[in-house]
Structure formats: C-alpha cells, structure tokens
Nanobody, 127 residues
Framework: EVQLQASGGGLVQAGGSLRLSCAVSGFTFDDVGLGWFRQAPGKEREGVSYISTSVGRTYYADSVKGRFTISTDHTKNTVYLQMNSLKPEDTAVYYC????????????????????WGPGTQVTVSS
C-alpha cells in the first residue's frame, strides 16, 4: 500500500523558515517522481517543487525559486522541502505526492500526473 505522510507545517512570521517532511512507503523510493504542491483557499492546487529520486532532477515554481529547496534522504525514504524567507502568500495547505509512472518528468508541476497523495499540512505565514 502506497502511503505518504507530510509533517512540519505550522505558523511562522514572514521571513521565517519551516522544513516540511514527507515519509513515503509502499513503492521503490529510488525511482519515483516526488512533488510538493500547495493549495490556498479559493485557489487551484499549485506545483511548488519536484525531484526525480533516480537522477536528482529538480523543479521549482518561479514563486519559490531561491527560497525553497527540495531534497531526499534515501535511508529514510523521506522527501523534504526547506522553506526560507517565507511570505504571507506562501500560506496554504502543502501536499506531497508521488508519481511512479514517469509522466511527471515531463510536467512536474501538473498534479494530474501524480497518482499518490498524502494528507496535507497547513503552513501559515503571518505578516
């Protein structure tokens, strides 16, 4: 059974940092696309970052480039999202997702290409 469990969300002031973690199980961690998405109230789900665990290829949305960093720990089957210089507009529920089929390689920000999702974790950035 594929499982993803995100954690690390919380309330932080603008300019602060948070690190999200997502522990995954039920599939081969060494050859999968892993993405972080977020959804704010009244908005569509947005692709934030992506990593291919086999070759380490990464993607970042323009809105987070230079502030967020995605990484993996293959010994813990965990993907991280380090978020620095947080802004109020980063407030959203953050989700981790996995693509075992490879389609996300071509469109890493498209949530339709990720077949497995974990429950979200709330990130709130106060001004």
């Amino acid at each position: 059974e594929v499982q993803l469990q995100a954690s690390g969300g919380g309330l932080v002031q603008a300019g602060g940092s948070l690190r999200l973690s997502c522990a995954v199980s039920g599939f081969t961690f060494d050859d999968v696309g892993l993405g972080w998405f977020r959804q704010a109230p009244g908005k569509e789900r947005e692709g934030v970052s992506y990593i291919s665990t086999s070759v380490g290829r990464t993607y970042y949305a323009d809105s987070v480039k230079g502030r967020f960093t995605i990484s993996t720990d293959h010994t813990k089957n965990t993907v991280y999202l380090q978020m620095n210089s947080l802004k109020p507009e980063d407030t959203a529920v953050y989700y981790c997702a996995a693509d075992q089929g490879g389609r996300s390689w071509y469109a890493p920000s498209n949530p339709r290409f990720f077949g497995s999702w974990g429950p979200g974790t709330q990130v709130t950035v106060s001004s």
